[in-house]
């Protein structure tokens, strides 16, 4: 009999819980469970959530443990597999990364530029403290990391814990991948062979083929040339106006190199002036998140509740929630698939820092990942990485030696901030806006 399999969802309390819970229960045939716990250190929010699926999975699935908990020994005892979506300060914190680098001309966004290097310094320690829980209590188990902003967290992850069984992701690619599909009239990113070279959030496909190896990207090409990503179908959570306006810039993005796909992010860095100027700086992505999402999922779960039963319920499933699935099972059952990580680089791009934590296929199986070889970049972006894999480093250095100076530094070299002068501006604001999260800066 196949082995099953006992899970503990770090953030628990998250609005993408049901989602993975909903696509978990989709694969037990694939990927059998025993127990699913969540874990949260807010049990108000989680406790709405917990209480959800507890009805769910007593409906449909009572064979399977479920429990939530804020304790961590209870969370984390007798575990194989840890997925990790934290977001530490939750959403009045994201307001602050979006809305303070607008005060001072600087677009704010979750994982880029200032915003992405405010929550990044309070993700380090929210991660390793997730790590540390999974190291005493299951010791043999897997951490898959998608918590973000996923770049700066590998390369604390990769400085702080190298030895651990970490594997970071992140589920953006494999959006991108549900829309290339569809542009070719295939319905799964599975059904693509890939290559694909970057940092999180920052990178680019090389080769699309489909699996009897017929080359699919002059037909993606001429489809992202003219309409960017915008109407393809992709996983269902990125259809607020924002994404839809980043789907489309994807054109002009690929236009800075049409020998390859890239990824959506890249708008950030190549058109920070047309993101800010279509920003509403009294609401930001946030705003939207809060409206929609955070508003359904609560509203789901608060009725499901009220009504002791999830009888008519369908739980919306996610992209990243099946990427979670099958690499949680190539790890356990050593399937040899091939997935995007986040690792670090040690040659896989020869012309790139071997210390960067880069983004590149890998094949999973049960002893972790094997790098495929992305060979050569060329310079423009090998230039653009590494402006961008500094800032990261220098974050995290920043976070290790509580120094002033080193993320003054990082905030400087990012290419959506303009100058020193408006990085140290940005850097006093976000200080002061995150005393209760940041290590002491000196």
Not at 22 to 47: C, H, T, V, W
Not at 387 to 394: A, H, I
Request: include cysteine; charge should be negative.
């Amino acid at each position: 009999m196949a082995n099953k399999y006992s899970i503990v969802i770090a953030g628990g309390g998250s609005t993408f819980t049901p989602g993975i819970i909903g696509m978990l229960l989709d694969n037990l045939d694939k990927f059998p469970i025993r127990s699913i716990k969540l874990y949260d250190n807010d049990e108000e929010r989680q406790a709405k959530i917990g209480g959800a699926m507890e009805i769910i999975l007593k409906e449909r699935h009572p064979e399977i443990n479920f429990q939530y908990t804020t304790d961590p020994k209870e969370g984390f005892t007798d575990v194989d597999f840890v997925l990790a979506q934290l977001r530490v300060g939750k959403y009045d914190m994201r307001d602050k990364d979006e809305k303070i680098p607008l005060k001072h001309g600087v677009f704010g966004q979750e994982t880029c530029g200032p915003g992405g290097i405010a929550y990044g310094m309070r993700s380090i320690g929210g991660v390793l403290e997730i790590i540390d829980y999974m190291e005493e209590y299951s010791p043999d188990a897997w951490m898959l990391n998608y918590s973000n902003p996923a770049a700066i967290v590998a390369e604390a992850t990769r400085r702080l814990k190298p030895d651990s069984k970490v594997i970071n992701i992140c589920d953006m690619p494999i959006d991108l991948m549900y829309k290339m599909a569809d542009m070719v009239g295939l319905k799964e990113w599975q059904e693509l062979d890939f290559s694909y070279y970057g940092l999180n959030h920052f990178g680019w496909f090389t080769a699309i083929k489909d699996k009897e190896g017929n080359d699919l990207l002059p037909q993606i090409k001429e489809h992202v040339s003219k309409t960017g990503f915008a109407d393809g179908i992709g996983s269902g959570q990125h259809i607020e106006e924002s994404w839809m306006e980043t789907f489309t810039k994807a054109k002009d993005v690929y236009a800075l190199d049409p020998e390859t796909i890239p990824n959506t992010y890249l708008k950030y860095y190549f058109y920070p002036d047309f993101v800010l100027e279509h920003t509403d700086p009294n609401h930001t992505r946030v705003d939207e998140v809060r409206e929609h999402r955070e508003k359904d999922v609560f509203s789901m779960c608060q009725s499901i509740i009220d009504a002791g039963t999830a009888k008519d319920v369908e739980i919306e499933l996610d992209a990243h929630a099946t990427y979670i699935v099958d690499l949680a099972r190539a790890l356990a059952e050593n399937t040899k698939e091939r997935f995007l990580l986040i690792v670090p680089n040690e040659g896989a791009v020869p012309n790139f820092d071997p210390t960067a934590m880069v983004e590149i296929p890998c094949l999973v199986g049960k002893d972790g990942f094997e790098k495929i070889n992305q060979g050569y970049i060329p310079q423009f972006q090998k230039g653009l990485m590494e402006q961008q894999v500094s800032v990261e480093k220098l974050v995290v250095e920043a976070w290790i030696e509580g120094s002033y100076l080193k993320l003054w530094q990082a905030l400087t070299l990012s290419k959506t901030v303009p100058s020193a002068k408006v990085a140290k501006a940005i850097l006093d604001d976000l200080i002061e806006a995150n005393k209760e999260y940041w290590p002491e800066l000196n």
